[in-house]
């Protein structure tokens, strides 16, 4: 089986920078992308990042509008493990922060961008931004 784990999140304040971790192992391992999605209280979990590699030497990363300017992604997909860099983080950045993975390839790439185009999924690590 399949697992998914987060690590990094924690209390900053606002104009800080995070880096946040993320592993998949277990079972036949063959990810084609991992995605960052993240979910403030009330809210729905919204698309942050994802890194996805449809062949073994090439990659492709896409970050929100959202956030785009203040948040990266990187990988290395011989180890399956993703990284979101934050930086300039607001007090809006609060949330769950979760993992996800897919083994499959799609040719519409909007699809590494919603949840329903991953299978496996972390337990989420907290990001606090306080003001």
């Known amino acids: 089986q399949v697992q998914v784990v987060e690590t990094g999140g924690r209390l900053v304040q606002a104009g800080d920078s995070l880096n946040l971790s993320c592993k998949a192992s277990?079972?036949?391992?063959?990810?084609?992308?991992m995605g960052w999605f993240r979910q403030a209280p009330g809210k729905d979990r919204e698309f942050v990042g994802a890194y996805t590699w449809k062949t073994p030497i090439t990659n492709e990363t896409y970050v929100a509008d959202s956030v785009q300017g203040r948040f990266a992604i990187s990988g290395d997909k011989a180890d399956n493990t993703v990284f979101l860099h934050m930086s300039r983080l607001e007090p809006d950045d609060t949330g769950v922060y979760y993992c996800?993975?897919?083994?499959?390839?799609?040719?519409?790439?909007?699809?590494?961008?919603?949840?329903?185009?991953?299978?496996?999924w972390g337990q989420g690590t907290q990001v606090t931004v306080s003001s």
């Open positions: 277990g079972g036949y391992l063959n990810t084609k992308g």
């Open positions: 996800a993975a897919t083994k499959r390839v799609y040719h519409e790439p909007y699809l590494y961008t919603v949840r329903d185009g991953y299978s496996y």
